[in-house]
Nanobody, 116 residues
Framework: QVQFVESGGGLVQPGGSLRLSCVAS????????MDWYRQAPGKQRELVAD???????NYADSVKGRFTISRDNAKNTMYLQINSLKPEDTAVYYC??????????WGQGTQVTVSS
């Protein structure tokens, strides 16, 4: 079972940027799909970005054009660059895989707070 540790969150002003990191406990090279999720206060957890092993990327409409997902298989790490941040982006951000989500395996996440 691969586990993930998220980091890079923090308090940022509207319009600011952060780079979130997700370090896996093992190799991710054989994992086709890796995902970033977020859960805002009082809201359901939502999928915000997905990346395949060959670099194919998908984004939720709410973040398209502002967020960029990437992965470095050699470092067993996935990233989410989040730009032009809005207060609505405030949430705990999690990384996972489809199988991990099905199993209910979630890390602690990293808190992103967008506020002036």
């Amino acid at each position: 079972q691969v586990q993930f540790v998220e980091s890079g969150g923090g308090l940022v002003q509207p319009g600011g940027s952060l780079r979130l990191s997700c370090v896996a406990s093992g190799s991710i090279s054989s994992i086709y799909a890796m995902d970033w999720y977020r859960q805002a206060p009082g809201k359901q957890r939502e999928l915000v970005a997905d990346i395949g092993s060959l670099g194919t990327r998908n984004y939720a409409d709410s973040v398209k054009g502002r967020f960029t997902i990437s992965r470095d298989n050699a470092k067993n790490t996935m990233y989410l660059q989040i730009n032009s941040l809005k207060p609505e982006d405030t949430a705990v951000y999690y990384c996972n895989t489809p199988s991990g989500r099905r199993l209910g395996n979630w890390g602690q996440g990293t808190q992103v707070t967008v506020s002036s």
